[in-house]
């Protein structure tokens, strides 16, 4: 059985589908197979950041539906073998996912894929509770400003309370990922610092992620930033976080500090 | 009562059970309260003209009602009434005035008596200054209007241990030989029941921990858009962004005490300070905070 993750945040525009593509190829790029899962419907943006938007044909709202098989919906990745997308539909509205199809989904995904990856949309309403439902394991992005850092700590307390693994009285695994972070201005104070956002989160870090143009440049050439270069600072971020996912344990670096404090920071749990 | 981290979906609890209103202290601007003239109508019995009076309010203040539960002694007859008054004799014997300051609850429930019966034994327990204050279990049919109001809906307190065993039970603190301490004695029972709850995880942002009962204590943070509303003391071990309003239900002793405080608003017995009037000296400390009178008092701790 695969691991279900979501990638999460409450507020939009932080990351979430940059993360989601980054993370799933970063999974695929050492062989494992993974899907990701836009839920985002309405406004699905995966298929764009991962150059599959020209072969779309049946979306997960199609397989809720029956209109489609689930294997029908699926979309391989050209340049890897291992990552697979779940398109959301543009078309229809979120009334369209139904709890009871969601679970369908998940599960059916979860017998044949070792990460099934749910790229929620921003809020807090019925598609982003229904994204994380299932989830086993929480990918929390959050950018280093304080309205973020609120959202997130909503976020939290919901995954806290209305998700599968909640109601059955387990506790979900939540990771934080601090991306957009610019050591420039967290050296100014224009930004929160690390510690500042731990301190208030209380959860442990997976990952931070520079600001960068790469990102930006990845996305437009529909490619997942690990892919389209592998050697860049972001990239390098998100493949060390897909490393920790799997249970590896990878220091920590924060952008712009050339040593010391990675241990501190690395897989501290604050009160 | 107690919803631990549910979602709560209605609206903050400001106002619903009481009304906040600002803590008054120097800094503060007060809040302004609106003269309210009320005006009635009636027909004057002298002449049977229409009046109009205009009656102004002077003292602008809001009447604060109050909720305040008391711990009361509950006797429950049995029949025959002739040898259980018998026996409440020879309690009373062994420590004479022993319900003299108690209030004292009767609890006729299932007994099979007439308005008669029950008229006579309140007569009977008058005469040996039980003071009765209420009835419970009693048919509506049995009371009358002259009788001790109905009661219901009491929660079960420590048994009450009758003038003998006395001594033994005292508390060390309570001074010997004194009249009053039959009345201290239950206070002291009431201190130790009183329910507390302690949570061991982060109160995030939108979730509530409400808690009327008494004392909350918080092993964690709690975050920025979260509440906490407690009837006693609210205890954070951690840094208080959100919200805390301690003695909501009408508890001025109430305090709140936290490791860091970042709070967005503080309310103790229903007077409120929001995060702009908290002094900064107080911001990023371990403070407790306290009701004064009407204001909020702040304290750094160590």
């Not at chain 2, 309260?33 to 205009?54: C, E, F, P, Q």
């Not at chain 2, 099979?112 to 509506?140: C, F, P, T, Y």
């Not at chain 2, 909501?248 to 936290?258: D, P, Q």
């Amino acid at each position: 059985m695969g691991k279900v993750i979501v990638v999460t945040s409450g507020k939009g525009g932080v990351g979430k589908t940059t993360s989601a593509a980054a993370l799933g190829a970063a999974l695929a790029q050492r062989n494992e197979k993974t899907v990701v899962v836009d839920f985002d419907v309405g406004l699905r943006n995966l298929d764009l950041v991962m150059g599959a938007e020209r072969r779309v044909v049946y979306d997960l709202i199609n397989v809720i539906q029956g209109d489609a098989k689930l294997p029908q919906a699926l979309i391989r990745d050209k340049r890897l073998e291992a990552l697979y997308l779940l398109p959301a539909s543009q078309t229809r509205d979120k009334d369209n996912l139904t709890a009871r199809g969601v679970e369908a989904v998940v599960g059916a995904l979860k017998k044949s894929f070792d990460w099934v990856i749910c790229d929620s949309p921003a809020g807090i309403e019925r598609g982003a509770t229904l994204a994380m439902r299932h989830a086993d394991i929480a990918v929390i992005v959050t950018n280093p400003e304080v309205s973020s850092v609120r959202d997130s700590d909503r976020i939290i307390g919901l995954l806290d309370a209305k998700t599968v693994k909640a109601e059955r009285g387990e506790c979900i695994e939540k990771h934080l990922l601090l991306t957009r972070y610019d050591p420039n201005r967290a050296e100014r104070g224009d930004m929160l610092k690390v510690d500042d956002v731990l301190e208030i989160l209380s959860i442990p870090l997976l990952g931070i992620i520079p600001e960068s143009m790469d990102v930006l440049r990845a996305s437009n050439i529909g490619s997942p930033v690990t892919l389209a270069d592998s050697r860049s600072a972001p990239a390098q971020a998100y493949l060390q976080a897909a490393r920790r996912l799997t249970g590896e344990s990878v220091q920590i670096a924060v952008p712009g500090e050339k040593r010391g404090l990675f241990g501190k920071i690395f897989g501290r749990r604050a009160a | 009562m107690y919803t631990n981290l549910r979602e709560s979906r209605c609206p903050p609890l400001l106002g619903s059970k009481r009304t906040l209103r600002p803590s008054r202290d120097g800094v503060l601007k007060r809040r302004l309260y609106v003269n309210h003239s009320l005006t009635m109508a009636r027909i004057d019995l002298g002449n049977g003209k229409l009046m109009k009076m205009t009656k102004v309010l002077t003292d602008s203040r809001p009447i604060r009602l109050k909720g305040r539960s008391f711990l009361a002694l509950v006797l429950t007859p049995e029949l025959p009434f002739d040898s259980w008054l018998a026996q409440l004799d020879d309690l009373a014997d062994r420590s004479a005035g022993f319900f003299l300051r108690r209030p004292v609850v009767l609890d006729v429930e299932g007994l099979d008596i007439s308005r008669h019966q029950l008229v006579e034994l309140i007569g009977e327990l008058g005469k040996r200054s039980v003071r009765i204050i209420g009835m419970e279990g009693a048919r509506s049919s049995l009371l009358t209007f002259d009788m001790p109001p109905a009661m219901s809906g009491g929660r079960p307190a420590p048994d009450i241990e009758g003038p003998a065993a006395e001594p033994a039970v005292e508390a060390p603190d309570v001074n010997h030989g004194n009249p009053a301490t039959p009345v201290a004695q239950p206070e002291s029972q009431m201190v130790k029941a009183r329910p507390s709850i302690i949570i061991n995880q982060p109160v995030r942002s939108g979730q509530s921990v409400i808690f009327p009962e008494g004392d909350v204590t918080i092993v964690a943070s709690v975050a920025s858009g979260a509440e906490i509303v407690a009837g006693g003391s609210i205890h954070v071990y951690g840094t208080l962004r959100g919200r805390a309003m301690a003695g909501s239900m009408g508890n001025a002793g109430a305090r709140i005490f936290c490791r860091k405080l970042e709070a967005e608003l503080l309310a103790i017995d229903g007077l409120y300070k929001t995060a702009e009037d908290i002094e900064p000296q107080f911001r990023g400390r371990a403070v407790q905070l306290w009701l004064e009178g009407e204001a909020i008092r702040a304290e750094a701790l160590i």
